[in-house]
């Protein structure tokens, strides 16, 4: 089984002493979280590492709503959680997906849950153009790889671009149900499993996830939601 730290260990510099202490030099790696300097052996810095090392699962469950019967998010607050979220969305750092994965699989590791099959919130195609790649598929995809073998990852939706902006970039939350509204469209023909997981990064007034749920209710029975990070 990974460990924290040995997803937060790069293969290359660690096995090579001298190709690391040449990185260390000549090409310093800042931590990502805090902006400190960190080895080239290391994603992020020792202090980070061991902060979120110590991070535990919250362990208890958000109120559901809806088909949401189990609402599982591994941090309440603003935590270290937090910054390497931010760091993999807004730097952007695709290589912590790794890292990200790890949590979604000991949030679903905590909560003893069967996972067969796991729907990534739609992101916003603007981010996913910015960013080069979908923050909530690439950690699945990790979670698959990694972790779970024989995870199904489903995308029975699709975000309607036009119709509304960044959720980030809006405060109110009456604004942001009303920004959302209607922008999820079901593809044709769409079959699902009667109980499925639904899972996003961030959860803030949990309008876009509502929003979302209300087009996948019509075809499921129930409705398992994983976030890493809720904001409050
Ligand atoms: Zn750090």
Known sequence: MDT???VNTR??????????????LFFPNQ???????????????????RSLTGLLPTPFLGEGFGKVTRFCYFSEVDSVLYGL??????????????HLSFFLFRLIDFWRASVPFIIPLPAHPASIRTRGF?????????????????????????????????????QDEEE?????????????????PERVALFD????????????????????????????????
């Open 134 to 170: 979908s923050n909530t598929r690439l950690i699945l995809d990790r979670l698959k790889e990694r972790f779970i073998p024989n995870l199904t990852i489903l995308e029975p939706a699709v975000r309607r671009e036009w119709s509304y902006r960044p959720q980030a970039s809006l």
């Open 11 to 24: 293969k290359g510099p660690e096995e090579r002493p001298l190709l690391k202490a040449f990185l260390d």
């Open 85 to 98: 979220v931010k760091a993999y969305k807004y730097l952007p750092r695709k290589d912590l997906a790794n």
């Open 201 to 232: 990064d961030v959860y803030t007034t949990g309008a876009t996830v509502a929003e979302y749920c209300r087009v996948l209710a019509p075809y499921v029975k129930q409705i398992d939601l994983f976030i890493l990070v809720r904001r409050k």
């Open 31 to 49: 931590c990502p979280i805090c902006q400190e300097s960190a080895s080239a052996a290391r994603y992020v810095c020792p202090d980070c590492e």
């Open 176 to 192: 942001r149900k009303a920004n959302v509204r209607d922008v999820f469209r079901m593809k044709k023909g769409t079959i699902l």
């Open 4 to 6: 924290l730290a040995s």
